[in-house]
């Protein structure tokens, strides 16, 4: 059983639509953390969330953290075929930094 | 670099043999990380180190995995007696800060792809 469950687990959209992934978990995390992997390299970080209810914007990405700081979610607008990825999430605990199975999105021109 | 360095980039190793995979994070990143990652799935916890003390092993999957960083630097994942389940691409993280409070941005280096046959 994943500590963090990511849904849907695959999405492909036409360029232009707007999307949202998941990220839950019954724990608690001191701070959540989304990460953006293509094929053949490591993930990159995108955010990090902390506080209970937080909401960061960066550009057309949207991400907010559960009030009890055990889920998240992740809404693009008006996706571009350049946001096709594996996106993750992480939870950070006292001695681990644990990742979601990932959303794999595709965005179609 | 200034980036996070791994070697090697790709391994192929018989059913049986050990491997050692090799992790350079960035100077003064103060918290490493371990993490397997199969085709098409997130990447797994494997152990945390804060400096050289290993923190957290609880992700080895089993006693053929051993992760050492005796100076707080450099890391080492050693896998012995490897088996055809252990094919999955290794992949090595540093933080500036240890885990605690906030955690840091991991840098992750590109993986060492291993291969059992």
């Known amino acids: 059983t994943q500590l963090l469950e990511q849904s849907p687990q695959f999405l492909s959209i036409q360029e232009g639509e707007n999307l949202t992934v998941y990220c839950n978990s019954s724990?608690?995390?001191?701070?959540l953390q989304w990460y953006r992997q293509e094929p053949g390299e490591g993930p990159v970080l995108l955010v990090t969330?902390?506080?209970?209810?937080e909401v960061k914007k960066l550009k057309r990405l949207t991400f907010q953290f559960g009030d009890a700081r055990k889920d998240s979610s992740l809404h693009i607008t008006a996706a571009q075929p350049g946001d096709t990825g594996l996106y993750l999430c992480?939870?950070?605990?006292?001695?681990?930094?644990?990742f979601g199975a990932g959303t794999r999105l595709t965005v179609k021109p | 670099g200034a980036g996070v360095s791994q070697s090697p980039r790709y391994k192929v190793a018989k059913r049986g043999q050990d491997v050692a995979l090799r992790c350079d994070p960035i100077?003064?990143?103060?918290?490493l990380f371990w993490y397997q990652q199969a085709l098409g799935q997130g990447p797994e916890f494997l152990t945390y180190?804060?400096?050289?003390?290993?923190?957290?092993k609880s992700g080895l999957p089993s006693d053929r995995f051993f992760a050492e960083r005796p100076e707080g630097s450099v890391s080492t994942l050693k896998i012995q007696r490897t088996q055809q389940e252990d094919s999955a691409v290794y992949l090595c993280?540093?933080?500036?800060?240890?885990?605690?409070?906030?955690?840091?941005?991991?840098?992750f280096g590109e993986g060492s792809r291993l291969t059992v046959l």
């Open positions: 993280a540093s933080s500036l800060p240890g885990l605690g409070v906030l955690a840091g941005e991991l840098f």
């Open positions: 724990s608690v995390f001191s701070s």
């Open positions: 969330v902390v506080t209970g209810g």
């Open positions: 992480a939870g950070a605990r006292n001695n681990d930094m644990r």
């Open positions: 100077s003064g990143h103060v918290s």
């Open positions: 180190f804060q400096n050289e003390a290993q923190l957290d």
